[in-house]
């Protein structure tokens, strides 16, 4: 059996088709003049066809290839293969997720093909493809266009030529040329601009295209998080597929999950449907209704006994490790989802807080189900607070502390009030010197609003997503 998409490339409406019941007996045969009519229409449909087809022919004949700006280019003079990346450039759909200040000049991360970057030197690409030739590749190209679009007062006349750098001799050189008008470039264009410099987490810890695609799909979910859908689904847009190679027959899911990897189109219309914004609202959302869940299942476990469905027995250690899983999850997303999602973050974070300050108690005092105690164990091994804050997962390590300084401080401002109940519910449970001291710092910074703490990036969408 051929593919789908093979069956329907053979579907046509015919002119002589079956004529219906409606046709055939009630209404009238049509008259000479609509019949005329008919014909005239069809004759001029057929020639607008035809000079459709000639406009389209002289374009391809033409020495010049018209870029997404409208700004028409002359490649004549560049070798047949950069013309050919020139022309897969300046034709192409690339999303800057982000342009970000450096020291030496702007890095453009374009998403899911590399970062280029514009300096008082050639445009450089971290691509395959660029790091081969060191001559522009298709992303240099493309950009160019974008920029070029963004800092002319007006569109030049036809033929701007183009060089193996990507820039054109035309006009001074890109980083000359945009001066300080980049965040301006950067607003009409709808790219976020980062003032400054990249930190280690922010450059090491983006999304791969895989990933992105399982975040957009499991956002359209009630509960499952990105790194659970479809396990069973690996692609890498290092092996390529076709457009038909990645249909699945009777798996839809999967069709898509394979289209949003391999093809560029499909790809970016999912990320218009569900920005990164809505995105990181919605993961954290789904964050905090995790964490409800354990505490729920954990309570529910130490006054009857009951295990969970999957026979787990949560003892206080098995919850105490998988909030730390969580937390880590939290601080994982906060640096791959800058700069969005920072506010859900926080409260995420300081809602797990006071939720864990306030199970400073013996979890199975009184429990009349019959828990046996493992040789050894004492009524502080039994605490759920004291075993995450007095025994941390890690030397030096504040439990959900870490993860709130990493936030901007301009994010935790507006969670001041939360904080500061946070730090009163803290003090009464006996914490270590180093934790209550740490947990008054940041709440002193966010309510006064002084000494900058180093950020994972700028606040991003509001609290809640709209429904």
Same mark, same amino acid.
């Given at each position: 059996?051929?593919?789908?998409?093979?069956?329907?490339?053979?579907?046509?409406?015919?002119?002589?088709?079956?004529?219906?019941?409606?046709?055939?007996?009630?209404?009238?045969?049509?008259?000479?003049?609509?019949?005329?009519? +008919?014909?005239?229409?069809?004759?001029?449909?057929?020639?607008?066809?035809?000079?459709?087809? +000639?406009?389209?022919?002289?374009?391809?004949?033409?020495?010049?290839?018209?870029?997404?700006?409208?700004?028409?280019?002359?490649?004549?003079?560049?070798?047949?293969?950069?013309?050919?990346?020139?022309?897969?450039?300046?034709?192409?759909?690339? =999303?800057?997720?982000?342009? %970000?200040?450096?020291?030496?000049?702007?890095?453009?991360?374009?998403?899911?093909?590399?970062?280029?970057?514009?300096?008082? /030197?050639?445009?450089?690409?971290?691509?395959?493809?660029?790091?081969?030739?060191?001559?522009?590749?298709?992303?240099?190209?493309?950009?160019?266009?974008?920029?070029?679009?963004?800092?002319?007062?007006? %569109?030049?006349?036809?033929?701007?030529?183009?060089?193996?750098?990507?820039?054109?001799?035309?006009?001074?050189?890109?980083?000359?040329?945009? !001066?300080?008008?980049?965040?301006?470039?950067?607003?009409?264009?709808?790219?976020?601009?980062?003032? !400054?410099?990249?930190?280690?987490?922010?450059?090491?810890?983006?999304?791969?295209?895989?990933?992105?695609?399982?975040?957009?799909?499991?956002?359209?979910?009630?509960?499952?998080?990105?790194?659970?859908?479809?396990?069973?689904? =690996?692609?890498?847009?290092?092996?390529?597929?076709?457009?038909?190679?990645?249909?699945?027959?009777? *798996?839809?899911?999967?069709?898509?999950?394979?289209?949003?990897?391999?093809?560029?189109?499909?790809?970016?219309? @999912?990320?218009?449907?569900?920005?990164? !914004?809505?995105?990181?609202?919605?993961?954290?959302?789904?964050?905090?209704?995790?964490?409800?869940?354990?505490?729920?299942?954990? *309570?529910?476990?130490?006054?009857?006994?009951?295990?969970?469905?999957?026979?787990?027995?949560?003892?206080?250690?098995?919850?105490?490790?998988?909030?730390?899983?969580?937390?880590?999850?939290?601080?994982?997303?906060?640096?791959? %989802?800058?700069?969005? !999602?920072?506010?859900?973050?926080?409260?995420?974070?300081?809602? @797990?807080?006071?939720?864990?300050?306030?199970?400073?108690?013996?979890?199975?005092? /009184?429990?009349?189900?019959?828990?046996?105690?493992?040789?050894?164990?004492?009524?502080?091994?039994?605490?759920?607070?004291?075993?995450?804050?007095?025994?941390?997962?890690?030397?030096?390590?504040?439990?959900?502390?870490?993860?709130?300084?990493?936030?901007?401080?301009?994010?935790?401002?507006?969670?001041?009030?939360?904080?500061?109940?946070?730090?009163?519910?803290?003090?009464?449970?006996?914490?270590?010197?180093?934790?209550?001291?740490?947990?008054? +710092? @940041?709440?002193?910074?966010?309510?006064? /609003?002084?000494?900058?703490?180093?950020?994972?990036?700028? +606040?991003?969408?509001?609290?809640?997503?709209?429904?």
């Amino acid at each position: 059996m051929s593919a789908p998409t093979r069956q329907l490339g053979k579907l046509s409406i015919a002119g002589d088709m079956p004529t219906t019941r409606t046709q055939g007996h009630g209404e009238a045969p049509p008259s000479r003049e609509e019949e005329e009519h +008919s014909t005239s229409s069809e004759e001029e449909e057929e020639e607008e066809e035809e000079e459709e087809e +000639s406009s389209s022919e002289e374009e391809e004949d033409s020495p010049f290839v018209r870029g997404e700006s409208t700004i028409s280019y002359d490649l004549r003079q560049l070798p047949d293969a950069s013309r050919r990346k020139a022309i897969a450039g300046l034709t192409g759909e690339f =999303v800057v997720d982000k342009c %970000r200040a450096t020291h030496d000049g702007y890095n453009f991360h374009v998403s899911d093909h590399g970062r280029v970057h514009l300096g008082d /030197g050639s445009m450089t690409c971290t691509c395959s493809d660029f790091s081969e030739t060191r001559h522009a590749c298709r992303h240099i190209f493309w950009l160019v266009d974008q920029l070029h679009r963004g800092v002319l007062s007006r %569109r030049p006349s036809p033929g701007v030529p183009l060089s193996e750098t990507g820039e054109s001799p035309k006009f001074p050189p890109m980083h000359t040329l945009i !001066g300080a008008k980049i965040e301006e470039i950067a607003h009409k264009a709808k790219w976020t601009f980062v003032a !400054g410099p990249g930190s280690p987490a922010d450059s090491e810890s983006r999304m791969s295209r895989q990933e992105k695609v399982r975040d957009i799909i499991s956002a359209f979910t009630e509960t499952t998080m990105p790194e659970e859908l479809r396990t069973d689904l =690996v692609e890498t847009i290092a092996l390529p597929r076709t457009t038909e190679g990645c249909v699945v027959q009777g *798996d839809f899911e999967a069709t898509m999950f394979r289209l949003a990897v391999h093809d560029d189109e499909v790809f970016n219309s @999912l990320r218009k449907a569900m920005p990164a !914004g809505a995105r990181a609202a919605i993961f954290f959302e789904k964050i905090q209704k995790k964490i409800h869940k354990l505490l729920s299942d954990f *309570d529910n476990y130490r006054l009857t006994g009951a295990p969970r469905p999957d026979g787990t027995l949560l003892e206080v250690p098995v919850a105490a490790r998988e909030i730390y899983q969580i937390t880590r999850q939290i601080q994982k997303n906060i640096n791959s %989802r800058a700069p969005h !999602g920072a506010e859900d973050a926080a409260q995420a974070l300081i809602d @797990l807080l006071q939720e864990i300050s306030s199970r400073h108690f013996d979890a199975f005092e /009184g429990a009349s189900w019959g828990r046996i105690a493992g040789g050894g164990e004492t009524s502080h091994d039994r605490n759920l607070c004291a075993r995450l804050i007095n025994q941390p997962a890690s030397p030096n390590s504040l439990f959900v502390l870490d993860v709130l300084e990493s936030l901007p401080e301009e994010t935790l401002r507006q969670w001041a009030p939360q904080l500061k109940m946070a730090y009163d519910k803290i003090q009464l449970v006996g914490a270590p010197v180093q934790y209550t001291l740490k947990l008054k +710092s @940041l709440v002193t910074s966010a309510s006064s /609003g002084g000494h900058k703490r180093p950020a994972a990036g700028p +606040s991003g969408s509001g609290r809640k997503r709209t429904k």
